[in-house]
């Protein structure tokens, strides 16, 4: 009996000790997330099956936002941080451990009542490795100057005009090698938009940052740039014109001395706006020069030379993109929702 009893003391002792050892193993945790699935790609190119698989799906890791915006991978922390523009903060979602708030006031730091978007947009990296923001509320290109490792509402103006003269509402940017800060200025954070009495640039530009310093006016000719990037070499800048009447992409040639030439229409969408959610606003570009860029109906995969391959539908009106994981994961940001794909190419 004393023999039956101890064996089946060990017997138990072994089973619980299994089911510990399972239940606080972080990678079984991991792998046994799962999310729920929405929408589907379209394929219009044989070439997309090459940078998208076939069984890839659209998963949902985090929902109930207001409008979320500016996906950035952080490496060193193995999480995502992205904007949620009216409440004015910036969020962080990790694997295993879902969303939490990264940083509030993210956008508008100031203390008087604000109408019209406060919060945060692009988010992307310095050279340094700091968190550079486009701040809304504030009307400026910012740094924060916190470690991403404990972040706090600690901001340094990086551009807050142009020939003295307030910039509207900063929306998206991206760096050069050069260490040149390129970036958007359509009035989307502005409290009335275009008719607001604040305005005090009498158009919507895109502009570059010297390292020095000086900012300088790239072009003026779109009505809402908006998304902005490079292509691998450098040699060529995409931006996004989120405007419904012309929902283009425009793709220029960019000079020794940083600004840019040769502008020319990549792909118009406009037909697309009436029947499709979405306009043309955040992409990026993978290691081969295809361009991820959201617009009507999702996110919208085009080749260098600027052919429609297909377009990960969403089923909302989506705002950015960013590369993630080993850059072989695509993070949207799509109305109130964190999504995400798995590619077969990488960031």
């Known amino acids: 009996m004393q023999k039956r009893f101890t064996y089946l003391f060990l017997l138990l002792v072994v089973v619980l000790g299994c089911k510990t050892d399972t239940q606080t193993d972080p990678e079984a945790e991991i792998e046994a997330t799962t999310y729920a699935h929405t929408g589907?790609?379209?394929?219009?190119?044989?070439?997309?099956?090459?940078?998208?698989?076939?069984?890839?799906?659209?998963?949902?890791?985090?929902?109930?936002?207001?409008?979320c915006e500016g996906p950035l991978w952080l490496p060193d922390q193995q999480a995502l941080v992205f904007s949620d523009i009216p409440p004015n903060t910036i969020f962080k979602w990790k694997e295993g451990e879902g969303k939490s708030v990264f940083v509030k006031p993210a956008g508008y730091t100031g203390n008087d009542p604000r109408l019209g978007e406060k919060g945060s947009n692009g988010l992307l990296l310095d050279p340094q490795g700091r968190l550079v923001l486009c701040q809304h509320g504030d009307r400026r290109m910012a740094v924060m100057t916190a470690s991403l490792d404990d972040p706090r509402p600690e901001y340094e103006t990086l551009a807050d005009n142009y020939d003295g003269k307030r910039l509207n509402s900063p929306n998206d940017a991206a760096y050069h090698s050069s260490g040149a800060l390129y970036f958007t200025d359509p009035p989307y954070g502005l409290e009335n938009g275009m008719e607001d009495s604040l305005k005090e640039i009498p158009f919507q530009g895109v502009y570059r940052r010297a390292p020095d310093g000086t900012v300088s006016l790239l072009t003026d000719e779109l009505s809402r740039?908006?998304?902005?990037?490079?292509?691998?070499?450098?040699?060529?800048?995409?931006?996004?014109?989120?405007?419904?009447?012309?929902?283009?992409?425009?793709?220029?040639?960019?000079?020794?001395d940083g600004s840019i030439a040769n502008g020319r229409l990549f792909y118009d969408a406009t037909p697309m706006v009436p029947t499709a959610k979405g306009l043309p606003d955040g992409l990026k570009v993978d290691k081969s020069g295809n361009i991820f860029a959201t617009g009507p109906g999702g996110v919208l995969v085009f080749s260098p030379d600027g052919k429609h391959l297909g377009t990960v539908m969403t089923g909302q009106a989506t705002s950015n993109c960013a590369f993630g994981d080993d850059g072989s994961s695509l993070y949207m940001t799509a109305d109130m929702f964190l999504m995400r794909i798995k590619l077969k190419t990488r960031g």
């Open 40 to 67: 589907k790609v379209e394929r219009l190119d044989p070439t997309l099956d090459n940078l998208i698989a076939t069984d890839a799906v659209i998963e949902i890791l985090a929902d109930s936002f207001d409008w």
């Open 225 to 256: 740039p908006n998304g902005i990037a490079f292509s691998p070499d450098e040699k060529t800048l995409y931006v996004a014109n989120s405007d419904p009447e012309r929902a283009i992409w425009m793709a220029y040639d960019v000079q020794e």
